[in-house]
């Protein structure tokens, strides 16, 4: 699989300039200006195949946008080599642009007055689309989606959720050799949600599209990523499969039970019986987090049963968003 | 990958701009309301114009027909910017919210794409008011009409254009280096009423200004002298064309270095 995009080392640094508080404060700012550097972007590297999706993962403000930023072209690195589809971005930026295809979940880039047919032909106008790939892929759009009702509509009049679909079959139309999906399932209900997971699912199988997917939402994740990058104050946390993300806290999993008595109590009493494990009680249910490297379930719960009756039990695997959660927390031991 | 021809930007242009004006079309109400609009704006600007004019039939030996001359030419000369370049009065908040990005990843040249996305109609109503207004001030100053003179006008014409463009392009275009951009702007907007009248009223100071600084003396008063006063033209008026050009080029680089600067907010 060859690599379409390839990171070295990038970092970027921002100039930020030091705002001293109050009006006077401001006042002196007017004078002597004083700037820190800022790295937004810290030393990552990372190589993406032709076709695959990844989910591009990070706390708000972790520098997962100005990543996006300098592998559009928009921004120049600081320092470290970025090649996309063979170009360095900022320094191509228009023939780049011909390559990649950018979605920004609230910020539609279709013309707004105009029915999203309209923006297509002048999208196959701007991109030089052969009249054949463009038929073929409207034929594609039509077996994937209810394109029909969106054609003749003017994207101002359109919900934000047709709006997104639109955005995305507008980014993939000159079949781009990479899409880069900030946040498109941002604001949506659950339905277009999963529509638009199935779209993007679909279009990156038939036309083997690279996806770089930023999402908050592990709901597109777990649909559509089979690898993860995730990042956070501009530094690479991980880089792998999501599988491996799932064993990456040791195997866990949280037995819940419901016992007759003070659940809170009770808690207690168990804890006591089981010091290995993080016995905690809600209002429904006693939650014992099992680490199964060390102890299987059904043992575990073999020895709670052993002095009471156990009334409901049921057990939860640990979460992807559970998992992510604890990284961006806790960080990676 | 081959440099996209004037040809392909033209075509794409063209393609945007029928789509525009046949969406605009179809707010009927929206498109009376600003057609009427612009009329009374015309008119009101005219009327002012007029009553200004009954009080002092000449100002510095311009007559009235020179000046109405003047007038109809800077109306002219500021349908091209009002038109095609009204996109830059919006520049400001796209670059403050961050929307200025999404005019980042097209493989196509940035200030066109920027700029073809508006086209102001209301604009095309100066068009016809100001060659209406040209055509009776020369008839009235008993203007020939020759191939050359006409040759000459649409030449300035299109230099004062220039100017008025590229002003508005460097006025818009400090956006991208300061809050408070509107001010410039609207500076420069209001500045462009001055061009309506003959530099020579104003004191030396004003005149620097209005020749070297902001270069409003070039939209109508530099061109219209080649029309009206033949026998004596200071280089200035000949070298407009070149000054047109040169301007409008600097604001273009101007804009562009601006834009490229752009690094968006975060989302």
Redesign the interface.
């Known amino acids: 699989m060859a690599n379409i995009i390839e990171i070295k080392n990038i970092t970027k640094e921002f100039k930020v300039l030091n705002r001293r508080e109050g009006l006077i404060g401001s006042f002196k700012d007017l004078f002597s200006r004083n700037y820190k550097t800022v790295r937004a972007v810290d030393n990552i590297s990372m190589t993406v195949g032709q076709g695959e999706i990844v989910g591009y993962l990070g706390p708000?403000?972790a520098g997962k946008?100005t990543t996006i930023?300098m592998m559009?072209?928009?921004?120049e690195p600081t320092s470290g080599e970025i090649l996309v589809g063979g170009n360095v971005p900022y320094k191509n930026?228009?023939?780049n642009?011909?390559e990649?295809g950018?979605v920004?979940g609230?910020?539609?880039?279709l013309?707004w007055?105009?029915p999203l047919i309209?923006s297509f032909?002048?999208l196959r106008?701007?991109?030089q689309i052969p009249e054949q790939n463009y038929k073929s892929m409207l034929e594609l759009y039509q077996s994937l989606v209810d394109i029909e009702p969106l054609l003749h509509k003017?994207v101002r009049q359109m919900s934000l959720g047709q709006r997104t679909l639109s955005d995305i079959l507008a980014a993939f139309l000159h079949d781009p050799k990479i899409v880069f999906l900030?946040?498109p399932t941002i604001g949506l209900d659950v339905s277009m949600k999963s529509k638009i997971r199935t779209l993007i699912h679909a279009l990156n199988k038939e036309k083997n599209t690279t996806v770089i997917l930023t999402t908050h939402d592990m709901g597109d994740v777990d649909a559509l990523c089979r690898r993860i990058v995730i990042i956070d104050k501009g530094k690479m946390l991980y880089d792998n499969d999501i599988e491996h993300l799932k064993g990456f806290f040791g195997s866990y999993r949280t037995l819940k039970i419901r016992v007759d008595g003070d659940l809170k109590e009770q808690s207690g009493v168990i804890q006591g019986e089981l010091p290995d494990m993080k016995v905690s009680a809600d209002d429904e249910w006693i939650s014992v987090l099992v680490d199964e490297d060390k102890a299987k379930v059904i043992d575990v719960l073999g020895q709670i049963q052993k002095s009471r009756s156990v009334r409901d039990m049921k057990l939860e695997e640990i979460s992807t968003e559970e998992v992510i959660r604890k990284i961006y927390e806790e960080g990676v031991k | 990958?081959k440099r996209k021809s004037l040809r392909f930007y033209f075509?794409?242009y063209r393609?945007?701009l029928a789509?525009?004006i046949k969406?605009?079309m179809s707010y009927r109400a929206d498109f009376i309301i600003s057609t009427i609009g612009m009329i009374f704006t015309n008119v009101a600007g005219f009327i002012s114009f007029w009553i200004l004019f009954r009080r002092f039939p000449s100002i510095n030996g311009w007559s009235y027909h020179e000046m109405l001359f003047l007038y109809g030419f800077s109306l002219v000369s500021l349908t091209p910017v009002q038109c095609l370049f009204d996109n830059n009065w919006s520049l400001r908040q796209y670059v403050y919210t961050?929307?200025f990005?999404?005019y980042?990843?097209?493989?196509?040249n940035l200030f066109f794409y920027f700029q073809s996305?508006v086209f102001d109609i209301k604009g095309l109503g100066q068009f016809a008011f100001g060659i209406g207004t040209l055509v009776y001030s020369w008839n009235k100053i008993g203007l020939d009409f020759t191939p050359l003179i006409l040759l000459k006008v649409i030449v300035f014409l299109i230099t004062a254009s220039l100017i008025m463009i590229a002003l508005q392009n460097a006025a818009a275009a400090t956006c991208f280096w300061i809050q408070n951009s509107f001010y410039v702007l609207d500076l420069v907007y209001r500045f462009r009423d001055y061009a309506k009248y003959p530099i020579t009223i104003f004191n030396p100071v004003f005149k620097f200004i209005f020749t070297f600084v902001i270069p409003i003396a070039f939209i109508a008063y530099y061109p219209s002298l080649v029309i009206l006063r033949p026998d004596d033209i200071p280089l200035l008026s000949w070298l407009s064309p070149l000054f047109g050009l040169v301007f409008f080029w600097l604001s273009y680089k101007f804009w562009m270095h601006g834009a490229l600067k752009?690094?968006?907010t975060?989302?």
């Not at chain 2, 980042?104 to 196509?108: A, D, L, S, V, Y």
């Open positions: 708000n403000g946008s930023k559009t072209g928009v921004l930026r228009t023939k642009a011909q990649i950018v920004f609230q910020r539609s880039q013309w007055a105009l309209e032909k002048i106008d701007i991109y003017p900030d946040e | 990958m075509r794409i393609k945007i789509q525009d969406s605009k961050g929307d990005i999404k980042c990843f097209r493989p196509i996305e752009y690094n968006g975060g989302s």
